[in-house]
């Protein structure tokens, strides 16, 4: 495939302007990175944010809906837990593919497969988080007069919501790297710029867009650890 | 020493301080199952009096103590909190008046000492001022300091989780209290300490307790009376602890309280409560002890010196009298109610024999 | 998506579809794929093995540098595999090789994660005592050490083979080869072929993972088997202990 783009050269929109990085299709041209961001980055990242927010909130708000469900109908457990490890076996390249029929090629194709692969990991998150909360946490909390409601939301939520943010995180970086993929049905997202480049055999271009996506996976996970230390200070308090 | 109690102050809740509890042929039989865990239990503990409840395992003690709090249903029978059923009541209103202390204790490790102290109060709407205030007495009654509220569950030592534990559980100032094994967990040098400390405080605010455990010899010392029960959850004796020291019911009790319940007995006394001869020209190396302690250590004392008086001293090592091993010996001979300890002025002060 | 009317009942046409799929090209192109696939995955975790094994045991050992060991999983999870391989063609060329230390470089996190953990949370007291016995450090990382986190440090090295394997078939998008070619052209392979080497690739991940584990199961001392402490690496998804959890197939 290599063989073939070298044959016809790199396709580089140069318009006889460009600096002699692009003309030697170096990998950092950073000029040319500055020029076209509002052209081509940044229509990509905010897409691919989009995507993200969408994708992890709608499916954070239904793992947790039915991780509830679960814990109080205890015979769902099973069941549900198979379903969702099925759903995270499934290569993603190939759920894309499969669910465009369905759906065409649109963004709700891209998020329908980014919303199941959430799903999975939220749920057996949050069923574990809940699961790990002592039990004479909730025989004192029982005891002392709360009734089942209060016990949910005062005492065994508060406690696995190290669990849960830690599966928010495994859920986010994921989907900013299946977002990348989603590209190939033609759903913009930084995967865009990529596949592009590739095409073109535009090295900055690629390049450049692959790093933003690393960098923009480690920021969000970033931020959900900073977020998480902030909302759970008990979780990290150590006798002196 | 009048300590403050916001708790007694205005409308949320106030209840008696402290209230009777009766235990009527009260049974526990789960289902599928011949044998009855707790089977036709019936006692009285008079208000402000600390019941405990001890036995082998499988007796039933802890059975019997979460049917209290509904937190296991009673099969039959029945139990009346201050002459109410409990079974009446809803069960999460009635726990918000038990206090309740487990082994492990289970603080909520996701809120700060505070938090955890004002859950109660929190529930029967207390407002902030007043929870504050309850806080920080609290935390003064059970010896710690006042900046712990702001800390966490996880950076405090297992003694320091106990008190909390108790703190939390005296919050709303509950008629009843009920201690499943409290100081289990802790190491034996502490869990004197602590209850050396909880008697203390039960000395000042003189609530109704019922406290489980498998050590008699922690029965002996916590409790005002006894209930032994022994496996199938039957009662094999309610009574304070000399009674029981002194008159076993039968085999099992008197092989459960120990070979050696005379001495346990002379431990409930000590050389204050008894007359003693004057003291005048005893050897030099005559033992020497002061007026607190007990009969068993005045009596390990001689035997150790080889003596067989030990003479008793105040504060300033000055000899108010002389005890012998027969003026000791003799207490044991005593008809049960001329020498009580004071630290548990019970019905049987006043010349009552032990409850029925 | 094709002149067939395929799609229009069923999005799967009819259920053996795929599996004829399979059959038919297995000469012409599913072969070719499915070798393609084992070259880069061998490679690539032979790379990350013979880096991440060495560095976690070593620091999980010395009970130093789980900051390093703690975040490397963090961030490595965290890379998304797209942008790493364009990040290293870009860089590197588009070459078997280049693809490989792409794949590698998100194999060694997992790999070395666990094995950190695993050495490092061997019990005390046994180390203890074999060093009270004389064993001289050396001897008590083979002898007592290893053989005890061997649980962890396969769940590891299981996790990155199913990961990788499963996640081969995003090279195609760049230009590499393995099955990704096949679901990557729907075009060509219609939705049947999609499904048929989507679900080799399952088929193929589930068995690398199986296949270490046989060789776990050779591998672990007979002790540690009875005793079922061999189990300790065996949840797949839910651990939250440690981001060893393995992340979709991508």
Known sequence: MHAMLAAGGPVIPSFGKSSSCVQDNGAFCFDWIRDNWDSTFQPALISHLKLTVIAVGIGFVLALGLALLAHQRRWLITPLTLVFATVFTIPSLALFQVLVPISGLTVLTAEIALVGYTLSILFANIITGLREVPAEVRDAARGMGLSDRQILFRVELPIALPAVMAGLRIATVTVISLATIATVITVQSLGGPIFEGIQNDFKTKYVAAGLLTVVLALVADGLLVITQRRLTPWARARRA | MEKKNTAQEEGASSYPSAAPLEFRNVVKQYPGSDTRAVDDLSFEVPAGEICVLVGPSGCGKTTAMRMVNRMIDITDGDILLDGKSVVDRNPPELRREIGYVIQQIGLFPHQTIAQNIATVPKLLGWDKDRIGTRVDELLDLVSLPNDMGSRYPGQLSGGQRQRIGVARALAADPPLMLMDEPFGAIDPINRERLQDEFLRLQAEIRKTIVFVTHDIDEAIKMGDRIAILRE???????????????????????????????????????????????????????????????????????????????????DNDEAVGVASLELIAGVLKLPNGSVTAPKKKTASETGETAAP | MGARAEGMTLPVGDISAPFTFLWDQWDSQVRDNVLQQFGYWGAAMAIASVIGLPVGVWLGHLHRGSFVAINTSNIGRALPTLGVLAVGIGVFGLTFLNIVFAFAVLAIPPILTNAYVGVDSVDPDAVEAAKGMGMRPREVLVRVELPLALPLIFAGLRTSALFVMATIPIAAIVGGKGLGEIINNQASFRLSGVIGAGILVIVLALGVNALLGVVQRLVTPRGLRLSGADARGDAPAATTVLPTTATPEQ
């Open chain 2, 232 to 314: 199938g959850g039957i009662l094999a004796q309610y009574d304070t602890p000399d009674a029981i020291l002194s008159r076993p019911a039968d085999e099992f009790v008197a092989q459960f309280v120990g070979v050696d319940r005379g001495l346990k007995r002379l431990a409930l006394s000590h050389l204050g409560e008894i007359e003693l001869a004057a003291s005048n020209g005893q050897p030099a190396d005559t033992p020497r002890a002061k007026r607190d302690a007990s009969l068993r250590d005045a009596l390990s004392l001689m035997m150790a010196s080889g003596h067989q008086q030990i003479v008793v001293v105040d």
